[in-house]
Every structure is written in structure tokens, then in C-alpha cells.
């Protein structure tokens, strides 16, 4: 049971110094952006366009699934009125604001669509689609489709940054009221543009199958990414001197049951998809399944159970283990690297050699899509960087900042 009592705990002023990232900010955003091209440039180099633009998009797909990650949490922190979570959400909004360069960084998607996409190649009228669906993968259309939700997603990410900065200075609660009031509709706009560009972004990589439920496995990765990817944060910041006292032991615990919950979840969501297309047994959905699971990539597919679900659920099962930062740190280390894996093994077969045509798939993982994931990352990781460093590290005016402050778990 998790209780908020100011009585139990007094917490300490913060000092102001801690509240910023400091001068050495500039020097960290450039030496990720140094990194982040130089990894992809590397990348780029060392293969061929079609191998590099699945490597791509696997990195892509990677930091837009914290982002995504981020504007879920934050929506859902004011949509619930909670208050242990304040002093990690700036965090969380600078992630979800980052939405922005994402947009940029997927231009290379758009311009690489037909080494992507069956039905944005040459002979995509041969696909033997149904009229609907040759209608809805138009590349024109899915552009237009894409552009839609990047808007939402910037103009939402943008409202509560906006708004909880502007509380630092005028610690004005109506502001508050104001995006609980709007959360809601925010949730509906994140569930609806979520969904569609996961199947647009991901599924459509085989125009033929299909899964009511890929939107909700994207977005169970998603959370689950981010969590442990704030974590680091949280960890490196604190370790920095940066954020005082403002998250302790308390806050770890929270986000390691969050992060614990949400790979329970994952795996949910995963073996309903697999169970549902096992038991029905129909031929246009198991044969998404075949090809993952030969070729080598139902090593993969092992790996993946084993390393998304039941090593990280046995270690974060214990109580103690959530209260160890430098311990829940490495899981997340962890967790984030099982993600990378988890969204190769959804993008790379359908590509794989001779796998997209029915034949035996191959395999592979290599030095590539390393680079292309921690290219992008490094990417997102200093848009990041950039946002938070002109905003307190904490919400400062936000009327639930002391609630968080004298957060326990009992």
C-alpha cells in the first residue's frame, strides 16, 4: 500500500543550483549530436541502402517508442491528479517534447519508403491487396497520415511543457487545472494516433497480415522503454548533484514497480496476440509467426522470452531490488537493450534474405542496427538534453511539488 504523508517525512529546501544541468550541457548535447551522425554516417557506409534504411528504422522506431512512452506518462500524471510523480515529469516532458526533431528524423523513412514497404515500391499494384487496403497504403496518403499524428503529438507534447514551465515562474495552480481539464481529451488523441501509426509505421511492413492488437504491443514497449530509460536518468542526475533530494529512494521504488508492471504487461499483451493467432489457425495470420520462427530467428523469439519477461520479472520481483538505484539502473540497461531486440525481430524478418517471399528466412543481427539504434538515440538523447537545459530539472511551481517531496512507500 503507497501513502502520501507530509507528517511522516519533512522534506529539505532544494538549492537552486541543483535544479539546472549546468554549463556542461552545451558540451553534452554536442558531443550526442558528433555521436548520433557519426554512428548513423558509419552505419551508412559500411552496407547497402536497403540494409541500412531497415537498420534505420529499427533505431527510429526505438526512440520514438520513449517519446511516445514519455507523452503517456505525463498525460496520464495529470489525467489521475498524481502527485509522487512530480518531481521526475519534467523529465518526462522534455522526452515527449522531443517529438519535434522525430519528426525531422523521419524524412530518411519517407525518402527510403520503397526499399521499406512492398506497396511503395514499383509493382505494388501485384500485391493482390484488397481495394480498401491498396486505398489506405497509398504513399501519399501515408505520409499524410504520418504528418497528422507527428502534429498532434507536437502540439500536445508542446501544451504541457508550455504550461508546466510557465508554473515554475507564476506558481499559478490554475494552470494545473488547466491540463487536468485537457488530459482526457489528450489520452483519446494519443490512443487513436498511436495505434494507426504503429500499424502504418510497423504492420504495413507486410501489407498482408494483420493484428487488431500490434498498436497496444507498440505502446506496451513504449512504456516499458520508458521507464527504464527515465530511470537512467534519474540516476545519472542524481549522481551528478543535480537533483538534490527532490527524488530518492521513495521515487526509485515507484518507478521500479512501474517498470516491473509494465513487463508484465508487455508480455500480456504478447502472448495474447501469439495465443489468439496460434488457436485460430488462420493461414494469413500464422504465417507472420512461420517466419519468425525459423531461420534462425526463433532464436530470437527465445531470447525474447526469456530476456524481455522472465529474467527482468524474477530480478525486479523482490522488493529490496527496487530500492537499489545502481541495481535497477543495470535493469534498465537491460530492459532498453531486450526493447532494441524486440523491435528488430518485429522489423528485420519480412526483409530478411528470401523471408518477404516465402522462402527459408535468415537471420542476422550485427555492428548496423547497433549503429543505426544508438545513432538515433544519441539523436533524441540530446534533443532532450537541449530542452531540459533552459528549464528547471524539477516542476518547481506545481502545487503537488511538496506531496512528492514527502513521498513514502509503506
Not at 133 to 159: E, M, Y
Not at 201 to 210: A, E, G, I, N, V
Request: aromatic share 14%; net charge neutral.
Amino acid at each position: 500500500m503507497t501513502t502520501v504523508t507530509s507528517e511522516t517525512r519533512t522534506p529539505e529546501p532544494i538549492p537552486a543550483e541543483a535544479l539546472k544541468l549546468g554549463g556542461g550541457a552545451r558540451k553534452l548535447m554536442l558531443g550526442l549530436l558528433v555521436v548520433g551522425a557519426g554512428a548513423l554516417g558509419a552505419g551508412a557506409l559500411s552496407t547497402s541502402f536497403e540494409h541500412f534504411i531497415r537498420s534505420y528504422l529499427t533505431g527510429f522506431a526505438f526512440a520514438l517508442s520513449l517519446s511516445l512512452g514519455a507523452l503517456f506518462f505525463v498525460i496520464l500524471q495529470h489525467l489521475t491528479r498524481a502527485g509522487w510523480s512530480v518531481t521526475v515529469r519534467r523529465m518526462a516532458e522534455t522526452m515527449a517534447a522531443a517529438t519535434l526533431p522525430l519528426a525531422l528524423l523521419f524524412i530518411p523513412i519517407i525518402l527510403g519508403a520503397s526499399a521499406l514497404y512492398p506497396w511503395a515500391g514499383e509493382g505494388h499494384g501485384d500485391l493482390g491487396l484488397s481495394p480498401l487496403k491498396q486505398a489506405w497504403l497509398d504513399p501519399t496518403f501515408f505520409v499524410v497520415r504520418i504528418a497528422v499524428c507527428f502534429g498532434i503529438w507536437i502540439l500536445l507534447s508542446r501544451f504541457f511543457l508550455r504550461n508546466s514551465t510557465r508554473q515554475d515562474d507564476s506558481g499559478d495552480p490554475a494552470l494545473t487545472a488547466k491540463m487536468q481539464k485537457f488530459a482526457p481529451v489528450a489520452m483519446i488523441l494519443y490512443a487513436i494516433t498511436v495505434t494507426f501509426f504503429s500499424f502504418d509505421l510497423l504492420m504495413s511492413l507486410d501489407p498482408h497480415w494483420f493484428s487488431t492488437m500490434y498498436g497496444v504491443y507498440y505502446f506496451s514497449g513504449s512504456l516499458l522503454s520508458f521507464f527504464a530509460f527515465v530511470i537512467l536518468m534519474v540516476f545519472f542526475l542524481k549522481r551528478s548533484g543535480r537533483l538534490g533530494d527532490a527524488v530518492n529512494v521513495e521515487h526509485y521504488h515507484d518507478l521500479g514497480k512501474q517498470l516491473f508492471a509494465y513487463i508484465v504487461f508487455w508480455a500480456y499483451i504478447a502472448f495474447s496476440q501469439y495465443m489468439l493467432i496460434w488457436y485460430a489457425n488462420i493461414p494469413e495470420e500464422t504465417q507472420w509467426y512461420l517466419l519468425r520462427q525459423s531461420g534462425g530467428w526463433e532464436v530470437f523469439g527465445m531470447l525474447l522470452l526469456f530476456g524481455h519477461f522472465l529474467l527482468p520479472f524474477l530480478i525486479l520481483l523482490p522488493r529490496g531490488i527496487k530500492r537499489r538505484p545502481g541495481m535497477l539502473a543495470a535493469m534498465s540497461f537491460w530492459v532498453l537493450l531486450m526493447h532494441m531486440i524486440d523491435l528488430h525481430w518485429l522489423i528485420a524478418p519480412v526483409a530478411s534474405e528470401h523471408g518477404a517471399h516465402g522462402g527459408e528466412p535468415h537471420a542476422y543481427f550485427g555492428l548496423v542496427e547497433l549503429l543505426c539504434v544508438a545513432g538515433v538515440t544519441a539523436l533524441f538523447t540530446a534533443a532532450v538534453v537541449y530542452k531540459l537545459s533552459g528549464v528547471s530539472l524539477i516542476p518547481v511551481g506545481d502545487p503537488r511539488l511538496p506531496e512528492s517531496l514527502a513521498f513514502e512507500n509503506h
